[in-house]
């Protein structure tokens, strides 16, 4: 099984104090590997010129959102199989229903804990693992 | 001419002294309102104004929520400041205790435990000190979340500025509305949030989508 620990993580989210916030968290958690996207534009094109493991989105960002960016992902062969988990301010029950349906691994709502991103992360690669 | 002072030039004009009461005027006003809500109407202008100005109580509650969120962040910050000073003024003054009998009996200090015991606080300590600075840095989540709702704020001010340019054209001298810029009537459009169908917190979105099977 792959350790979280070993995983390379894109961060997406136009606001740059948030990604920084999920670094800091995820370095916590002893993932130092992580880079950073604006928005969907710039990650989409950073994940088909580098090899992630797992992408952390928000939702509502400029130029592509994070629901494009996750159907972006899943129409694409070569990234459909990344775990997409959702980190966001939208809390309406239709956008988690269309992040589900659209194939998020999971989604959490802003603000959150270190305890909610990590145990979330830990799922998701515990859920890939047994699919595996 | 800027197209504020073009408005400027028109609002002042429309300050006249007020008609006398006599039902000719009341009238005559009654005829001006009726015309100018059709034209309104004809223009959409009416519906947009009615959106904004529902928007508005919930731009106060949104602002409020800016309040809100910024002095928790604010407190939070401030209350782990004090908490990791408070640790950091301890293992000073162990540090120095430590030092002083290490200095006074070395064999002693290690012998009674005294070195490890520091050692063992000191690692307590940084630790705990280590929680402060993360929730330091969770608080600045503030800047995110206040930062959308100011966006949307700032739209809807837009929004009803536009109406209201609007209105100011339609009630103006006929000579007048083509002084004002077309990409001023060009507003934003406001995505208003539903009320209901929103969760609160992680777990209604965990048990959400654990009721649909995901």
């Known amino acids: 099984m792959t350790h979280s620990t070993d995983l390379k993580f894109l961060v997406v989210d136009d606001f740059s104090t948030m990604r920084r916030i999920v670094r800091g968290l995820l370095k916590e958690m002893g993932c130092s590997n992580v880079e950073e996207a604006e928005d969907g534009v710039v990650a989409l094109a950073r994940l088909k010129a580098q090899s992630f493991d797992f992408v952390i989105s928000d939702i509502n960002m400029p130029n592509m959102t994070g629901f494009d960016l996750l159907k972006a992902i899943k129409a694409d062969a070569a990234l459909k199989h990344l775990p997409v988990l959702m980190v966001t301010a939208e809390a309406r029950k239709e956008d988690i229903i269309l992040a589900a349906q659209s194939g998020a691994a999971g989604y959490i709502v802003k603000p959150f804990t270190k305890a909610t991103l990590e145990d979330k992360v830990q799922k998701i690669m515990l859920k890939l693992a047994a699919t595996a | ?214």
């Open chain 2, 1 to 214: 001419m800027s197209s504020y002072q073009a408005l400027n030039d028109m609002t002042t004009k429309e300050v006249v002294a007020p008609p006398s009461a006599s039902p000719e005027v009341f009238q005559q006003l009654g005829q001006i309102t009726r015309q100018l809500h059709d034209t309104l109407t004809e223009l959409g202008v009416m519906p947009q104004l009615r959106n904004a100005a529902e928007g508005l109580p919930d731009a106060r509650s949104r602002l409020n929520f800016i309040v809100r969120k910024t002095g928790e962040a604010a407190e939070t910050v401030l209350n782990s400041v004090d908490q990791a000073k408070l640790e950091h003024t301890r293992i000073v003054d162990t540090t120095r205790a430590i030092a002083e009998s290490i200095l006074a009996d070395p064999v002693r200090a290690v012998a009674s435990g005294s070195l490890m015991n520091f050692v063992c606080e000191v690692e307590a300590a940084t630790q705990r000190i280590d929680a402060h600075l993360t929730d330091i840095m969770l608080a600045q989540d503030f800047h995110d979340l206040t930062g959308q709702i100011i966006a949307k704020v700032v739209a809807l001010a837009g929004q009803l500025e536009d109406s209201l340019v609007k209105l100011l054209l339609q009630a103006a001298p006929a000579e007048q509305p083509g002084r004002l810029e077309a990409n001023l009537l060009n507003g934003p459009v406001i995505d208003p949030e539903g009320g209901n169908d929103v969760v609160t917190n992680q777990g209604e979105v965990d048990d959400l989508l654990e009721s649909l099977g995901f």
